[in-house]
């Protein structure tokens, strides 16, 4: 079994992350408290940009169906045609 010069069988070396320190374990009061203060920080989107999103969505959901009707009916006829159904 000969191998060739330069070949390793782990591939490329890439370098090692440091050890990531312990995480601190917090009780569940303290962990919720945490989450009520990083939800605070959060920019919420407004009203506004929350409806005109969601009809972009549905807009977007109505352009699509009628797209994959169309071609779903275009390829029935065309299947159709190929085996004279």
Do not use: C, H, N
Request: charged content about 20%; glycine content about 8%.
């Amino acid at each position: 079994m000969d191998v060739a010069r330069g070949s390793s069988s782990r591939g490329p070396s890439s370098p090692v992350p440091p050890p990531r320190p312990p995480q601190k374990r917090v009780g569940p009061a303290e962990f919720i408290a945490q989450v009520r203060d990083e939800g605070r920080k959060v920019t919420w989107p407004t009203r506004r940009e929350t409806t005109i999103t969601t009809i972009m969505v549905f807009i977007m959901v109505v352009a699509a169906s009628l797209f994959f009707t169309v071609v779903d009916q275009a390829l029935r006829y065309a299947v159709g045609l190929i085996l004279g159904v």
